[in-house]
């Protein structure tokens, strides 16, 4: 519906930040010794940057909308890694079968149990551990990382303290080869996760009335239900959605890696929190374009001077807030 | 004349402080009750308190015949309360349209009441799918207005609606009020500007200290100078 009316004014996107990803490749270009070492550092900064987005996505909503900086989101990324991997070495089979459809039959319902899983606990966890430290921070970020450490304790009993293996589905090793340049296939797969995520919560967010009821509270949570609507419940939904993405990029994080851990979360942590607070606190949007700068930086210094890459990433953080304190998408708050 | 909202020995703390000690006051069926009173008087704590953004930690609230003290916020709203906080409480990152069909609980935003509100504010109409943090001060307070007014509503409860606003949007403002009188929404507005309050209050009560010091008819209240000087003291001065 809209009103009768001509040339009305209308809102315009802020495309600076946007430009912030072609302008940190294109100065990278001349640093990297050839094209094809760049194409291939690009498509693995892209795809790193996408998982994180996946990961961090949750985070920043639950931040934005209950005002809770949940330190214990990694444990929701490990257990979401452990539980697919249990799955995928339960279906040894399809998995190692040089067949992709039969490689994403065997994923499909790891993915679907590691987010199962990671959302069934991340209720839990709002309701027993976050709900009685709302509005008290200090008390949140100790409560959230004892809960992170006790979460990781129970892996150790659960899954053993060994790093665990997690080979990749058979179709999706190796690499697309284009003349000189070589892009992993299972990188290319995580960019259009990463896509299908994205589009997934902007679509949610901009076109249904929970996207629109989430953004109002992340803005003004007590005029949302001044309006008659009990926000809590968009809470609790939002705070298990994002256990549950964060589960996902689990599942994602650990095949890149190979491997899973009792700590990769708490690791995946550090770039996570410089993503949240690039993109803006609460930003979905912004929030994916400081995980694509954050994935983009780590693999062109990481190639460069590998001394120096998570260092990169916190001086990213750094001239970014100096140019945008609050992040390159900054949400109104009350 | 009936009461659709009564407080009846309303008391609220907020931490350690007593703000509310003891409010009683009613506001009747269908008329347009000015709530006045000087900074700090607890004229803001009296509506969030209805509003059940802060619980009242005695004394009872009746709303169209039912206590409501005690109630969570949005259970309140669902009575048929609209609220306009002093700060407007717009939310700045959606367009007017989103702020609007938020408001709309019941559904799609009707089209003959969209019509009926762009008539009091059509401003609304051309900035439409501008976000709303893009509007002025005015624009915002008509905003909040209109949302609060997007479906119908039983009562409407307004914190200082004037405030910081030009005296050109004032005069649109009263107008805009008279039209919502007509409408048959009751009213219930906190306000600092006797100017305003005079030129649109049917019945009004005064607070000082947290307590109700004053009630009865506008007229009674405007015809009386020294009465005024009396209650309102320095913030009537400032409008005059």
């Known amino acids: ?125 709002e309701r027993v551990i976050v709900r009685p430290v709302y509005g008290q921070h200090l008390k949140q970020i100790l409560i959230t990382m004892g809960g992170l450490i006790v979460a990781e304790q129970l892996i150790l009993v659960i899954w053993g303290p060994d790093i665990i293996a997690l080979p990749k589905p058979a179709a999706l090793r190796g690499s697309f080869v284009l003349g000189d340049i070589a892009v992993e296939k299972y990188r290319v797969l995580a960019v259009f996760v990463g896509l299908a995520v994205f589009a997934a919560m902007f679509l949610v967010l901009s076109r249904t009335r929970v996207g629109l009821l989430i953004r109002a509270g992340v803005e003004d949570s007590e005029m949302v239900e001044s309006l008659g609507y009990r926000i809590r419940r968009v809470f609790v939904g939002v705070f298990a959605a994002g256990s549950a993405l964060a589960g996902l990029g689990g599942v994602m994080w650990a095949l890149y890696q190979e491997t899973v851990n009792s700590a990769m979360g708490m690791q995946v942590m550090i770039l996570i929190f410089i993503v949240i607070i690039i993109g803006g606190l609460g930003s979905v949007g912004g929030c994916f374009i400081g995980a694509l700068l954050v994935g983009l930086v780590a693999n062109y210094v990481g190639f460069l001077a590998p001394k120096i890459a998570l260092g990169s990433n916190i001086l990213l953080m750094v001239l970014v807030l100096l140019w945008r304190p609050q992040g390159l998408y900054p949400v109104a708050k009350r | 004349m009936s009461s659709l909202l009564a407080l009846a020995g309303v008391n609220t703390h907020i931490g350690h402080y007593h703000i509310l000690q003891g409010v009683d006051f009613a ?123 997007i479906e119908p509503r039983k009562l409407l409860l307004v914190d200082e609606p004037t405030k910081g606003l030009a005296p050109a949007i004032i005069a649109h403002m009263v107008e805009a009020f008279r039209e919502l009188k007509r409408s048959d929404t009751t009213i219930l507005l906190v306000e600092q500007n006797f100017n305003f309050a005079r030129a649109l209050g049917d019945t009004v009560a005064v607070m000082d200290s947290g307590r109700i ?22 913030s009537l001065d400032a409008h005059q």
């Not at chain 1, 890694?81 to 249990?86: D, F, I, L, R």
């Not at chain 2, 935003?109 to 709303?132: E, M």
């Not at chain 2, 010091?213 to 320095?234: N, P, R, T």
Request: glycine fraction near 12%; charged fraction near 10%; proline fraction near 6%.
């Open chain 1, 1 to 125: 519906m809209s009103p009768a009316g001509q040339a009305l004014p209308v809102a315009r996107l802020d495309k600076v930040p946007l430009a912030l990803i072609p302008v940190v490749a294109l100065a990278a270009l001349p640093l990297i010794p050839s094209l094809p070492t760049w194409i291939t550092l690009t498509a693995a900064g892209l795809a790193m940057g996408m998982m994180i987005f996946i990961m961090a996505s949750g985070l920043t909503l639950v931040f934005g909308l209950m005002d809770v900086m949940n330190f214990a989101h990694g444990a929701f990324i490990t257990i979401g890694a452990y539980v697919a991997t249990s799955v995928l070495l339960a279906l040894a089979s399809p998995v190692q079968a040089d067949s992709l459809w039969l490689n994403l039959a065997a994923i499909a319902p790891a993915i679907l149990a590691a987010m199962a899983v990671a959302g069934a606990l991340g209720l839990a966890f």
């Open chain 2, 27 to 149: 506001v009747p069926q269908g008329g347009l009750t000015m709530l006045l009173g000087r900074n700090g008087a607890g004229k803001t704590t009296c509506l969030r308190t209805i509003m059940g953004l802060w619980k009242a930690s005695a004394g009872r609230i009746d709303f169209d015949g039912a206590d409501i003290s005690g109630r969570p916020t949005p259970a309140v709203a669902q009575l048929g309360i609209g609220y306009v906080p002093e700060s407007m409480g717009i939310f700045a990152g959606l367009t007017v349209r989103e702020n609007l069909a938020l408001a709309a609980r019941s559904g799609p935003i009707d089209a003959r009441r969209l019509d009926w509100l762009f008539g009091l504010f059509p401003a609304l109409k051309k900035f439409w799918q501008l976000p709303a943090g893009h509007l002025s001060g005015g624009q915002k307070q008509m905003l909040a207005i209109a949302r609060a007014m």
């Open chain 2, 213 to 234: 010091v004053h009630s009865g008819s506008m007229a009674e209240l405007a015809g009386d100078e020294a009465l005024q000087h009396k209650l309102l003291g320095l």
